[in-house]
């Protein structure tokens, strides 16, 4: 019987083990999607305790500590943040074949170098100490622990209204080991369904380009403004969440009138909606492409189910789940629209429903060419971030792709103790490849192996996106 979370857990053969700790282990981290917040980067913010940097923001945590029954003031109410981690603690025991169970001890070893100890309640205070006391440290600030880490890159999620003050801020500190860049994610301009936020984001747009947004027109070069101001600041990826492709017939006429209704207050019809979206999608696809950035699309989230909570507590506190609506057909004529002139930039695709894998995999291998992995199979994404999300996703794309050429795993996360999933992450592909090493369905070359493992750990992303580096 192996201990649990030993130095070789996860890795069941000793080429996978090989694999990890001589070549995986040892590569740095381009984390070019997550949510972490540019200012406590640029700041190198100093973390008050463990629930600060554990729980605040954590909707994975929270979705479990509800399903146990812990009262919402130990979530995103007033309870002080030793009484939210102590009703964590007392929810980690439960979690037992949750990812949690396994991210929270890999947390807790790297960095905190707790071992040997399970998180609970006999537990809690002497785990809650020990990592208070380090958080106190430089080794622990935002900076601090992105170094230990090794993450060479971060792509924030950033608003076309953002003003990428924190990112300018951080370039300007040369002592730094790890570079930030911003990600272009303009998905509120989508947001017509609801007039009142859209024309209030619409009028923020129009402060920040110090222009007046009267017409479609006027929307156009107001985005197009903040496009161009993106890349100035080092953006080469842009990221669209959708809970599917838009890919609708219109005409200038049609979105005219649309744009006008919203403007005034008025609800379109959901035809006209996905009529404007369909077109902005494409407008700025074809910006993506004369720029030489990666579009990123997240497909799939069915957000804010829960009406009385997001009443209480708002978007992104664990209330959304998996949808379910139809996308072939239309991301292959948003493609296709985008191939047919050559105008298709590089593309990341992420489902977030399971039975959609196959599907965009196959989708993507009818656009590919010209440009090594053009077409990216994204890494298991939200609720896909677990052992067995990560292995269907690395074994669709080994079956209908090529592995070889992946650009690997990102963080997607609000945490700067996310990056144990990277370690996670690794460790399944060097155990699924040295599983099939040792079953004689794959070569025991280890120069084959460590090329492809280097590769979808780190230097695969590293000459995709083409960031400028330091």
Not at 72 to 86: H, I, L, V, Y
Not at 138 to 159: N, S
Not at 376 to 396: A, I, N, R, T, V
Request: with cysteine; charged share 25%; aromatic share 12%.
């Amino acid at each position: 019987m192996k201990p649990f979370l030993e130095k070789d857990f996860l890795l069941d053969s000793r080429t996978a083990q090989w694999l990890y700790h001589d070549v995986a282990a040892r590569q740095p981290i381009i984390d070019y999607h997550c949510h972490l917040p540019p200012e406590l980067i640029a700041n190198n913010h100093r973390f008050a305790n463990l629930s600060e940097i554990w729980l605040h923001g954590d909707h994975y945590k929270w979705r479990a500590m509800r399903t146990c029954g812990v009262d919402e003031r130990f979530c995103t109410g007033d309870a002080t943040d030793w009484e939210k981690f102590d009703a964590w603690a007392a929810v980690v025991p439960k979690t037992l074949r949750n990812p949690l169970y396994h991210w929270t001890h890999l947390e807790l070893r790297h960095p905190f170098g707790i071992e040997n100890t399970l998180l609970g309640p006999e537990t809690a205070k002497a785990i809650w100490d020990t990592c208070n006391g380090k958080l106190a440290t430089d080794a622990f600030t935002t900076q601090g622990l992105l170094k230990q880490f090794r993450v060479e890159v971060v792509c924030t999620t950033d608003d076309p209204i953002d003003s990428l003050s924190y990112h300018t801020q951080h370039r300007a500190n040369t002592q730094s080991t790890t570079q930030l860049f911003p990600t272009w994610r303009p998905d509120r301009v989508l947001m017509m369904d609801d007039p009142l936020q859209w024309n209030a984001w619409i009028e923020s747009l129009a402060d920040v380009s110090a222009c007046s947004i009267v017409s479609l027109d006027d929307l156009r070069i107001a985005l197009k403004n903040r496009h161009d101001f993106f890349h100035e600041q080092g953006c080469r990826l842009s990221d669209h969440g959708l809970e599917t492709a838009h890919a609708s017939a219109y005409t200038e006429r049609e979105l005219v009138a649309t744009f006008a209704r919203a403007r005034s207050g008025e609800v379109p019809s959901p035809e006209a909606i996905d009529q404007f979206r369909s077109a902005m999608l494409y407008e700025m696809a074809l910006w993506d492409h004369v720029r030489g950035w990666t579009q990123q699309f997240h497909f799939g989230a069915q957000r804010n189910n829960n009406s009385r909570a997001f009443t209480q507590v708002g978007r992104d506190t664990g209330y959304d789940s998996m949808g379910d609506l139809p996308i072939a057909r239309p991301l292959q004529c948003f493609l296709d629209r985008l191939d047919g002139t050559d105008q298709l930039a590089r593309t990341i695709l992420y489902n977030l429903n399971p039975r959609d894998s196959q599907l965009l995999v196959t989708m993507m291998g009818n656009f590919q060419g010209r440009i090594p992995g053009k077409m990216q199979y994204g890494s298991g994404w939200w609720f896909l971030d677990q052992k067995h999300g990560m292995e269907q996703q690395l074994d669709d794309l080994s079956d209908l792709g090529i592995l070889s050429l992946f650009v690997g795993m990102l963080t997607d996360s609000r945490s700067f103790l996310s990056y144990s999933r990277h370690e996670y992450f690794r460790r399944i592909l060097c155990n699924i490849l040295g599983d099939e090493v040792e079953r004689g369905l794959l070569p025991s070359d280890r120069g084959l192996l460590s090329q492809l493992v280097q590769g979808v750990c780190y230097t695969n992303a590293r000459d995709y996106f083409g960031f400028d580096r330091r």
